[in-house]
């Protein structure tokens, strides 16, 4: 009943009524790139992949001018030699994933119907250590951080692929994210859809609000406030805790849950992380 | 479930929170000239105050610097709320008019306390 009264929410908000509730991850991702489209008629589409900079040229600029010498270069360099660093058994991360595990990060995150759970690519990062006998990493910052821009970087220009197969459970979790980005949460009632879908270009006090549509792209993302480089879910947990919810941990069924939907209304985008941020 | 949750958090969320609401710089002086203030400039205080109203966060109003542009701006609220209790009942809880507003039911939700919201009440009323 509630996830059938978000959808509703979720469909009125996209000012698509006639839609029937059970519109599809498909009919989804078509509401979402026309509202946006019509909302920012002046982002070429290619360029959502910018967040906040493809909507507000002021920033644009200064954002420009970080990124000839960006603050991840270094973090780039660590992950590079961590990925390519075998383990105390001799292989290496290259031996988890397809192609070596180059060029594949935009068909992240997948549903896996093995194990019937969303796997996104930091997921299996630690899950590659767990196999070869290492101790998983942080899944915010630090080394995992580090080796996932390495492997988004490789796959930079690739455009994000993410397939809901033909699996009840598949098109469940799906479900489970998309009420989630709809969900009000915490002491302040507000949703992720609210601000990044509702008054996406919108200013909440001095920060203009990012379009949900690209905001996958450029993770992880280097970030002033941070000080380093951060995952996505790092970002979940801040955008849970600026509205006074309690934020979920990194990597669990929740958050992956958000991921799997919050990506696939991103398809077709090219894949441009790790980037810099406020 | 989600509120109990909250509560058990709510003291070490609460300096955390909102950071990016925040305009750089604002300090509220409300415990130092407690006394001498009147309820309107109480309200004020605590419609300005990013832990308490944020209300600049969304609204335009008064001398509030770098307001949002997320909600109107609080404007001409005598002529727009006749009946102040209506004002008041819009500040207690938004979802009532409007069940997907994003501005935050601050009296359901207990986010400031009922003296707080009559002191804000008095204050936007002036607006």
Redesign the interface.
Request: net charge positive.
């Given at each position: 009943m509630k996830r059938l009264l978000t959808a509703t929410l979720a469909i009125g908000l996209l000012g698509a009524s006639t839609l029937p509730v059970h519109a599809g991850p498909e009919q989804d991702l078509e509401q979402f790139r026309s509202y946006f489209y019509k909302r920012f008629p002046n982002t070429p589409k290619d360029d959502f992949i910018n967040g906040v900079y493809a909507i507000d040229p002021a920033s644009r600029e200064q954002w420009e001018a970080i990124e000839e010498f960006p603050p991840y270069e270094l973090n780039l360099e660590k992950g590079k030699e961590l990925f390519n660093t075998p383990f105390k058994n001799g292989k290496t991360y290259a031996s988890c994933f397809e192609n070596g595990g180059i060029g594949i990060a935009n068909r992240y995150p997948f549903f896996d119907t093995k194990s019937g759970r969303v796997i996104t690519l930091e997921l299996a990062i630690n899950e590659c250590r767990k196999a070869n006998g290492e101790a998983p990493l942080n899944y915010e910052k630090g080394p995992l951080a580090d080796i996932s821009a390495y492997m988004h970087y490789t796959a930079r220009g690739k455009r994000i692929n993410i397939v809901v197969p033909d699996d009840p459970r598949a098109l469940a979790a799906y479900e489970r994210g998309k009420a989630s980005f709809f969900a009000k949460r915490g002491q302040l009632n507000m949703s992720c859809a609210d601000c990044h879908i509702a008054n996406a270009g919108n200013k909440i006090r001095a920060d203009i609000l990012s379009p949900a549509l690209g905001q996958t792209t450029h993770f992880p993302a280097y970030r002033s406030t941070w000080g380093d480089l951060g995952t996505l879910h790092r970002r979940y947990v801040g955008c849970n805790e600026q509205v006074r919810a309690k934020p979920y941990e990194a990597q669990s069924e929740e958050y992956r849950d958000l991921e799997y939907f919050h990506t696939y209304i991103s398809n077709g985008l090219q894949i441009n992380g790790p980037s810099t941020r406020k | 479930m989600?509120?109990n949750?909250?509560s058990m958090?709510?003291t070490i969320?609460?300096g955390?929170?909102?950071?990016?609401?925040?305009?750089p710089g604002y300090i509220s002086f409300s415990h130092a000239a407690e006394k001498e203030m009147t309820v309107i400039e109480k309200g004020k205080d605590v419609a300005f105050d990013r832990l308490k109203g944020?209300c600049?966060?969304?609204h335009a109003m008064d001398d509030g610097t770098?307001?949002?542009?997320?909600a109107p701006p609080l404007v001409g609220m005598k002529l727009r709320y006749p009946d102040k209790v209506k004002l008041r009942a819009q500040i207690w809880d938004a979802?009532v008019a409007k069940p997907?507003t994003?501005m935050?039911?601050f009296g359901r939700?207990?986010?400031l306390t009922e003296e707080e919201i009559d002191q804000v009440v008095e204050y936007v009323y002036t607006l």
């Open positions: - | 989600r509120h949750a909250w958090i709510k969320l609460i955390a929170a909102l950071t990016s609401f925040a305009a944020n600049l966060a969304c770098l307001p949002g542009n997320i979802t997907n994003i935050p039911p939700h207990q986010i």
